[in-house]
C-alpha cells in the first residue's frame, strides 16, 4: 500500500523554538506539498516541490521555509514558531502532472 | 483570491437522503477535478474526480456533476449513508506543476 508518512501524530513547541516537521513517500512522486488545515479555512498551500531541491511558494508561506533533499523526503520548517501556527499540518505527494495526490495523516502541531 | 469556492459550509441530512455539494471557479486553465473525503484524524483520500471533457461521472453512489459553461461542478451522494459523514473538498487542477486548488470544505453529517 502507497504511502505518505509523518513523522509525529501531535507535537507541542514552544513560542520561539525551530521545529521540523517530516514527511517521507514511498510512491517515487516528483511533487510533494505541505498544507495547513484550519476549521472554516480548509487546505491552505504553504510551500511545495517538484524536484529534490527546488521548492516554490504556497499561498501562506511567511514564517515557514521547507527543505528537500532527497526525492523522497520533504521537511516543512518553523524557523521560530508562534502560536499563530498552531494547526494541523498535512503532506501530500503526487506525480508531476498532479495525478495520484495522496496525503499523510497529518501532524497536529501546538505551540504555547 | 480563493480559486476554487465551495458551498455549504455544512449539510446536515437524514439517512438514505440525497447530499448535495456544489463548487465554482473561474479559472478556465483548470483540466481535472477531484473530490477528496477526509474523516477525522485521517488525511484527505481521493474519492472520484472529473475531466472537463464529461459532464456526469458516477462511482457508486457517487456523481460528480460538471457545468463548463457556468464553471460548476457538483457532487452528489445518493441513499446517504452515517458513514458517509466526513469533510468533503473540491479541487481543480492548475496548468502549473500540477498543483491543486481546494475548496474550504464542507462537513457532511449524516443523522441514521
Known sequence: DVKVTQSSRYLVKRTGEKVFLECVQDMDHENMFWYRQDPGLGLRLIYFSYDVKMKEKGDIPE????????????SLILESASTNQTSMYLCASSLLQGFGYTFGSGTRLTVV | QQQVKQSPQSLIVQKGGISIINCAYENTAF??????????????????????????KKEGRFTISFNKSAKQFSLHIMDSQPGDSATYFCAARGSTLGRLYFGRGTQLTVWP
Open chain 2, 31 to 56: 483540466d481535472y477535478f477531484p473530490w477528496y473525503q477526509q474523516f477525522p484524524g485521517k488525511g484527505p483520500a481521493l474519492l472520484i474526480a472529473i475531466r472537463p471533457d464529461v459532464s456526469e
Open chain 1, 63 to 74: 514564517g515557514y521555509s521547507v527543505s528537500r533533499e532527497k526525492k523522497e523526503r520533504f
